[in-house]
């Protein structure tokens, strides 16, 4: 007799998304799986589309990271015309995208992730909202994370168009420049947001690592995966978010692979599951192995602790100073608690304020040098950005012409898909025995794939046609024991 | 691809907001973007008309400065009643569950508005319009719910003026 318990939908999560835990006859998990019900079929869309529209169409996959999508977007367009943007142009784009990375890291700290930390994880599922932040941390503080976002978002309109559909990357540069007049209120923006950072740090101190029982949740087995790791650094191997090369570190930590995006199919290959239309890329040079940990699997994880661990460290003071902080305290590098994620989020949303500050201040900002033009016939284009949520390639092949006859994204949530199936059903072994569960429990497995902060708007993308109503669920032999509608 | 209008200048702003959500690229989820277009022709003169392809908390900003606020976004039922109109106020999100992308965080926007003094609409009525494929990446409606529009339109203008009174 097989018994199945369905969380849906899952709360918080930015897009769709559906737990299916399998009980066998004892009561215990025999399966967990984390299905993605939705379908974009993205790059068949873009084909015959004229490559520099690229930069506006990408954005729309969805609503929750677009100048991500953007930025790689217009990076992939410097490949493909084969032109360099002057070092000003470079130095907006930084800064706009630490902007919104600072943006982003914030609205998961405090609204998406941080409920669950904030409010804890056995809290009553109706106050494990932001309201429980706020209720938690304060008034004012809740005040602070609204004005902060807003602040942000209001420059990067001034610098971008819009917030959410920049029209602003093009290739070799930009389209609008920062003018001096302008600079004094990017200054004084971002000397908030490393307040603002500095003081979540705290706030994750005071409430987090403070408590016992959090911290060992955070160390144990049930959150703990031992893969390896992504994430881009610049020359001197520290975290960037806009430019750098990829690395990847094993399971101890020994350098696997340092290389351009531009070779990313000599180290990245996709592998594909049938109850699920997520493809799960791997190490190409490593081989996929199942859903397994350890050396031998290719299985890879990105997003803020992978980017940690694939890194030797921050470019700016503070959040050296936090990221030193984190391996101290947890002991080993790299570190391999997928709750950890919170944690190293925190810490990025330091650098990021920093790094947009250092750039603001930057005398170059406000040149007006800010785009090199293309005399190049375009065939092929890569680019790579550090999402929020991890490492986001955009590949696009053109005629003569520049118009798309061919586009691959591989976006974080797909990089991170193979371990957060493997989370979710670790987390549910854990924490489900002999039938014996609560609400607190059921949302501690959500958790467990809650700290990736997943966005499957844009991790389905890849596939022609319509969102499938009907999924199937199989036993090991192939045979489907289930049907689950999704309305 | 449908400009969006911001109003910046405080002076310049209405008092009620019209704000059209959804996806373009998405098929029928932009549904509600449509409709704000030719919404633009008949409230010009009442309300700011905004579309947006934002949700979640980044709708306080819209919403934030207006006394009240229509929301038009597409509805997914999986029934067979496209271009059928379903309302919604504030109260109904306590107690239904409502398949949209957009519509994520909306009740708990309002309730962070609240409890942190943001100004925030007095009144919100949510139009839902039952649309036949909101998945499927097309830059354009199915024609069955193209055909559906000018009803459409005739009915959502009456239910925004009688709120708006």
Redesign the interface.
């Known amino acids: 007799m097989e018994h199945r318990i369905t969380i849906d939908p899952i709360t918080r999560l930015e897009g769709h998304g559906k737990i299916e835990i399998f009980l066998d006859e004892n009561g215990n998990v025999e399966k967990a799986y984390f299905v993605v019900p939705e379908l974009r079929g993205f790059e068949i869309f873009v084909k015959g589309k004229p490559a520099e529209d690229m930069p506006i169409i990408t954005p729309r996959i969805c609503g929750v990271c677009p100048t991500a999508h953007h930025m790689a977007s217009t990076k992939a367009l410097d490949d493909l015309y084969k032109v360099e943007p002057p070092s000003p142009a470079k130095k907006l784009r930084e800064m706009l995208y630490n902007m919104f990375m600072l943006e982003d890291h914030a609205l998961h700290v405090y609204i998406l992730g941080g409920p669950d930390f904030i409010v804890g994880p056995k809290a009553k599922k109706e106050e494990r909202n932001v309201l429980g932040v706020i209720q938690k941390v304060g008034l004012e503080i809740g005040k602070k994370v609204i004005s902060m976002r807003r602040e942000i978002r209001e420059l990067m309109t001034l610098l971008a168009g819009k917030v959410i559909h920049p029209a602003w990357g093009v290739p070799g540069g930009v389209t609008r420049g920062l003018k001096e007049e302008e600079r004094k209120n990017f200054v004084k923006v971002a000397e908030k947001g490393v307040e603002f950072a500095l003081f979540t740090l705290k706030v994750f101190k005071d409430i987090v690592l403070s408590n016992k029982e959090y911290v060992e949740l955070i160390k144990s087995d049930t959150y703990t995966h031992k893969t390896y790791y992504m994430g881009l650094v610049d020359n001197n191997k520290k975290v960037n978010f806009y430019d750098g090369k990829i690395r990847v570190i094993d399971p101890e930590g020994k350098e696997f692979a340092l290389f351009d995006v531009r070779d990313y199919k000599d180290h990245i290959a996709e592998h594909v599951e049938n109850w699920t239309y997520i493809k799960f890329p791997f190490l190409k040079k490593v081989g996929w192995k199942g859903f397994i940990d350890g050396k031998d699997s290719g299985v890879y994880s990105v997003a803020p602790l992978a980017r940690l661990n694939a890194s030797e460290g921050m470019a700016t003071p503070k959040a050296q100073e936090a990221y030193e902080e984190f391996y101290k305290t947890l002991g080993v590098k790299p570190v391999h608690h997928t709750l950890a994620n919170h944690w190293a989020r925190v810490i990025e949303m330091i650098y990021a304020a920093e790094r947009f500050l250092e750039l603001a201040k930057d005398p170059e900002i406000t040149s007006d040098n800010i785009r090199n033009i293309s005399k190049e016939i375009p065939s092929v284009g890569i680019g790579v950005v550090e999402a929020p949520r991890g490492t986001l390639i955009h590949h696009y092949e053109t005629d003569e012409k520049g118009f798309i006859t061919k586009a691959n994204l591989i976006v974080a949530t797909q990089n991170n898909a193979a371990r957060i199936a493997m989370s979710v059903e670790k987390a549910a072994k854990g924490l489900i025995k002999n039938g014996k569960y609560d609400e607190g429990i059921l949302n501690m497995i959500e958790m467990a794939f809650r700290a990736y902060d997943p966005c499957h708007a844009c991790g389905t993308h890849s596939l022609p046609g319509n969102i499938p109503l009907l999924i199937n669920i199989r036993d090991k032999r192939g045979n489907i024991i289930d049907k689950i509608k999704n309305f | 691809?449908i400009r969006?209008k911001?109003f910046e200048k405080k002076d310049l702003r209405k008092k009620y907001l019209i704000l059209g959500l959804g996806?373009t690229?998405r098929g029928d989820d932009g549904i509600g973007i449509y409709l704000t277009k030719f919404l633009e022709k008949k409230f010009f003169n009442l309300a700011d008309i905004i579309s947006?392809?934002?949700?979640?908390?980044?709708l306080?900003?819209f919403l934030s400065p207006y006394e009240k606020a229509v929301i038009i976004d597409s509805i997914?039922?999986?029934k067979k009643d496209i271009g059928e109109i379903y309302i919604f106020k504030e109260k109904d999100f306590d107690s239904k569950?409502i398949?949209s992308?957009h519509y994520i965080g909306l009740p708990?926007i309002s309730?962070?508005a609240k409890?942190?003094k943001?100004p925030f609409p007095k009144e919100l009525l949510i139009i839902g319009i039952s649309v036949e494929?909101p998945?499927?990446?097309?830059p354009e409606l199915s024609e069955n719910l193209k055909e559906k529009i000018p009803e459409i339109i005739t009915k959502i203008e009456k239910l925004i003026r009688d709120f708006l009174k």
């Not at chain 2, 947006?52 to 980044?58: A, I, K, N, P």
């Open positions: 691809m969006l911001t996806n690229i947006t392809e934002e949700m979640g908390l980044s306080l900003d997914f039922t999986g569950q398949k992308n708990e309730k962070i409890k942190l943001i494929d998945y499927t990446i097309k």
